[in-house]
């Protein structure tokens, strides 16, 4: 069994998690090229440039190889290389690093536009290079060993790829979906089940592989439109496929599915939520945490005259302005500016409540981490920004911000009221347990696949 994906974003980082809670011994197959993958989690791409027993650590922003002179700066979130004035460079981080470690350099000519992209992995070498037109649009990329062997080749305009492996002769795939299909004979072998969470390479890859009696299942985790999308009409009414069934962890969704398919093959749709890697909550306290990349936060004065029993800890990984500083004038807030990851770390683990209620851009996926540290979060309409993890209870409309106080108010004072709060935000996630899990995938898949 394998899980195939196009990115390792966080829905496939839920559903593998899900299979793995489940007991289902599925490797997870990551289509796109990504150098960060966890040990165990294959793609394609660097399969055939990463020594199985590669070793190494990441490279940190300043050790990019640069021209003589040329000055590499960076803050906790980007980083650029210039020559004098003029920026020639720029440094991504994995989405989710707790240090200025480097993904890509995006190099740049003199109007502003990437030539080229370096991509460097977690062993801190540049498996692959991107070349780009004069209009910044990828044409080719390279994908090297640590030695710089080129092994692959593939042509963005025309979509071929050409492997060339020591000892063998060169060979050319007319698009991903054939390299993917020989990559995944040539490590598996025949497979009874792919699990797969895209209607684009994945799906086509299940499509187009024979049918020897498999068994294959679409997870559907993006919303649905007013008329489904054709692939999706095509695992439903073609029996003869390896795909026969849709689960639909989002209920949402999954209602809006029933309406546009007909009753006879609602058998096919299937609902099923996800396991979630929750972490331990330290216990009880009064801490109410913030994080925020700006002095923008929904009635905050209001929330902490409104509740001079709470501990508003409010962190930011840059310096604060003067408004959020002048809030040190409360007894009962606590600001953290320069918030390094370890201190952000630390407020999860010692709150109990999580305040969604800053404009803008949220810091480091902050709800979700707030979810998985088991902290009750509450927001505003105008600010939320994990619906996902939020009750629509616990969601107010910003000038019924007294509803909040009152909301705090009872689950701090009543522990069956923060019990019967945490339920519905685990009920929003579609959380489901391990014992259910494995039960209903393996009545879907058939057989023992634990």
């Not at 370096?118 to 060993?145: I, L, R």
């Not at 029993?309 to 409010?314: A, C, E, K, Y």
């Not at 088991?374 to 996902?388: C, D, K, P, W, Y």
């Not at 009872?410 to 391990?434: P, R």
Request: aromatic share 10%.
């Amino acid at each position: 069994m394998i899980f195939l994906c196009d990115n390792y974003h966080q829905a496939s980082k839920d559903l593998a998690y899900t299979l793995q809670v489940a007991g289902c011994d599925a490797t997870t197959v990551v289509i796109n090229p990504d150098g960060f993958l966890p040990k165990g989690t294959l793609s394609p791409f660097t399969y055939y440039v990463e020594d199985q027993d590669e070793t190494g650590k990441p490279r940190f922003f300043n050790q990019v190889p640069v021209p003589a002179f040329w000055e590499i700066s960076g803050n906790n979130q980007v980083a650029q290389v210039s020559n004098l004035t003029e920026e020639r460079a720029r440094i991504t981080f994995p989405e989710e690093s707790k240090a200025r470690i480097v993904k890509s350099v995006e190099w740049l000519d003199k109007s502003g536009k990437v030539r080229q992209v370096d991509h460097y992995n977690k062993y801190g070498f540049c498996f692959a290079k991107t070349t780009h037109d004069e209009n910044g649009q990828p044409v080719f990329t390279s994908y090297q060993t640590k030695e710089g062997d080129e092994r692959i080749l593939e042509n963005h305009a025309t979509g071929d790829i050409l492997l060339t492996l020591p000892d063998q002769s060169l060979r050319r795939f007319a698009n991903r979906t054939e390299f993917v299909k020989a990559f995944l004979a040539q490590v598996f072998g025949d497979i009874d089940h792919i699990i797969f969470n895209s209607l684009a390479t994945p799906f086509i890859v299940s499509w187009t592989m024979e049918n020897t009696g498999a068994t294959d299942i679409l997870v559907w985790q993006e919303p649905l439109g007013d008329i489904l999308p054709g692939n999706m009409n095509g695992i439903l009414e073609d029996n003869s496929a390896r795909a026969n069934a849709i689960i639909i962890p989002d209920k949402t969704t999954y209602e809006k599915a029933l309406t546009l398919v007909p009753k006879e093959k609602h058998h096919k749709l299937l609902s099923l939520g996800y396991a979630y890697d929750f972490k331990e909550n330290h216990g009880k306290s009064h801490n109410a945490f913030i994080a925020t990349n700006s002095d923008q936060i929904e009635h905050l004065e209001a929330l902490v005259e409104a509740l001079p029993d709470v501990t508003f800890q409010i962190a930011a990984v840059t310096e604060m302005s003067a408004k959020l500083l002048s809030m040190m004038r409360y007894s009962n807030v606590v600001l953290h500016p320069n918030a390094s990851h370890k201190q952000l770390d630390k407020l999860y683990q010692e709150s109990n409540l999580y305040l969604d209620i800053n404009h803008h851009n949220e810091l480091y996926k902050a709800t979700r981490t707030a979810f998985e540290h088991q902290l009750l979060i509450l927001a505003f309409s105008e600010t939320a920004h994990g619906r996902v993890y939020t009750a629509p209870e616990h969601i107010y409309a910003g000038q019924d911000y007294q509803a909040m106080v009152a909301k705090i108010k009872q689950v701090l004072e009543q522990d069956q009221a923060m019990q019967e709060a945490m339920q519905a935000q685990k009920a929003q996630a579609n959380t489901l347990t391990a014992s259910d899990l494995t039960n209903r995938l393996q009545g879907l898949l058939g057989g023992n696949h634990v």
